[in-house]
């Protein structure tokens, strides 16, 4: 009985083994046709064969990326965190890190993506590798509006890179043009319209004069012509209500305002670095 069992007990790891490296070709073979879809699952399978935890782990980490072809991050960062970090090397942890920090800058978590960059920074040894995630740790601090964090790592970027100091990409980093939004409220709160225009909202604020200013005249000469139930539920609620909304919406003139110059200086950023990493 034993002699029997034994043939039969190798035949079935070759069997495994055979059945392993076919759904494993064939899930490679999908993943470079770009069919992520079903590449995702046949790794999946692979790992149901598997027995091999360093095996299993470049698994993981290929059908995450699948997941990140899809712009699925969510998926994406479920199958980076199955994967057992002690067992990587050094440039397969920085890998790890560096995905899981990028697929949440993706999916704007910046503060969790931030963190997986101190993860990266503090399990990664190997200094060498600190250049190639300097690009996404700048734009995270930029997100997270830290410029003065941005701007010391954009001068490590530089030194590392070896090129002269770029003082205009500096300059734009440490002293943002960015709009006060306390201060556009407190500009319509002296003169409706004024904080409009302070954000650049020349129409806008032309209105809000117009009608909180029109509203209190209507308000004025009703009570001149003793019209005053006029003048209190019509002229006074009327100027309260163009008056309350023309601080709300100069704050919201500022957000956007805001907004916009830090999108034109991430883009500005990201072309930066994109032209001198190498």
Partial sequence: MKLQSIPAYLCAIFLVTDSFSQTLKYADSLFRASSFKHAAVYYEKALYESANPSVNNQLLFKKAICY??????KAEL????????????????????????????????YSAAAQEMLNLNFFVRDSTLRLKNLYLEILIDCQMDL????????ILFMKMEKLSPDSAMLLKLKHPAFKNIQKARLMSAFLPGLGQAYTGQYKDATFSFLLTGGAAAYGIVSVIGQYYFSAVFTGATFCYRFYAGGLKYSQKCALNYNEQKKNALIADISDYLSLHLK
């Fill in 147 to 154: 410029y003065e964090e941005a701007a010391v790592n954009m």
């Fill in 68 to 73: 990140k072809q899809q712009l699925d991050y």
């Fill in 78 to 109: 479920e199958n980076l965190h199955r994967i057992q970090i002690q067992l990587c090397s050094d440039s397969f942890r920085y890998a790890c890190y560096y995905e899981k920090s990028l697929s949440l800058y993706l999916s704007k978590n």
